[in-house]
């Protein structure tokens, strides 16, 4: 008889750096990060109607990167 996978690991925490995390902090502080990126997406494509505008986007993301 083969015991499934689930039996054969113990649960595993999620733990970050040693220390367990509030997931409602990641997910705000990721999702403020998007909403500011999206934003400088817009800024930079003025035009988004137009697929075909120039957006280079390593130096965008260069410009970007914190």
Not at 6 to 15: Q, S
Not at 25 to 39: C, E, G, V
Request: charged content about 35%.
């Amino acid at each position: 008889e083969i015991a499934s996978p689930a039996e054969e690991r113990p649960a595993l925490k999620k733990v970050v750096g040693g220390e367990p995390r509030m997931e409602s902090d990641d997910a705000d502080s990721s999702y403020k990060h998007l909403k500011t990126l999206a934003s400088s997406i817009k800024e930079e494509n003025q035009d988004p109607g137009n697929l075909n505008a120039n957006f280079d986007i390593p130096t965008f993301l260069r410009k970007h990167a914190d």
